[in-house]
Every structure is written in C-alpha cells, then in structure tokens.
C-alpha cells in the first residue's frame, strides 16, 4: 500500500524536487524489495523446519509448526506473489474467504502458540 503512494514531488515543476522525489519512491521500492525477499526466505525455513519436525519430532510441535506453515500458504508466500491488497480477501479453504489482514494476524497467534509449545517442551526435558 504504501509503495503505490503517489509522490507529489515527482510531479513539481523543480528538477531538484521531481529527483528528490524520485530518490524516494526508489528507495521505498528497494526496502519493498528486501522485505519481500526476507518474508520469503523466512517462509522457505519454516517450510523445512516444519518438513523436519515431522520427520523427527518432538510429536507436540508438529500441529503447531504445520499450522504456521498453512497460514504461510494463505500469505500467498510460496508463489511470491506481491500485487495483493491488504484489504483484499483470501481463499482459506475451498469455499471460505477472510481478510487478508485476518491471516496475518492468525499468523501472528500461531506463532505465538509454536513459541509457547517449543518452550514447554524444551523446558521440561
């Protein structure tokens, strides 16, 4: 959302203006660029993560880690798909649609949820 902000610098009738404002949407579209690229590496480790636990366990972490990784899907990762709409909705199974802003807070609470099992696991071995 923020990268498709129209600059009113650009269009100013001051070349030092219009280039001020260039520089900016450049350098929104980078930082948009890198944090694109690091949800999707983060995306590509929790995949493995989750691939590994349910190759070796603990048992408990499994549902979990599986359920970080289905809302990783519905976040449209794994395609790299960036022309979403933070408003727009999202298929979340066959036949249901949610905000996408509602994903990514489920998101958020299943992180959670993986942090507080992994540390009642682990602190109890």
């Known amino acids: 959302m923020w990268l498709s902000m129209s600059y009113e610098d650009e ?8 280039e001020r404002g260039r ?10 660029e890198a944090a694109l690229d690091h949800a999707f590496e983060a995306y590509e480790r929790l995949l493995k993560a989750a691939a590994r636990l349910e190759l070796e366990g603990p048992d408990r972490l499994i549902p979990p880690a599986s359920r970080l990784a289905d ?23 066959e036949d249901t649609q949610q905000p996408f802003t509602s994903v ?12 507080q099992a992994a540390r009642s696991y682990f602190n109890n071995i």
């Open 11 to 18: 269009r100013s009738s001051d070349e030092a203006v219009r």
């Open 71 to 93: 809302l990783g899907d519905l976040l449209q990762l794994p395609g790299k798909c960036t022309d979403f709409d933070e408003d727009a909705m999202v298929w979340v199974t």
């Open 104 to 115: 990514t807070s489920q998101f958020g609470d299943a992180r959670a949820a993986f942090v």
């Open 23 to 32: 520089g900016r949407r450049e350098d929104a579209e980078r930082k948009h």
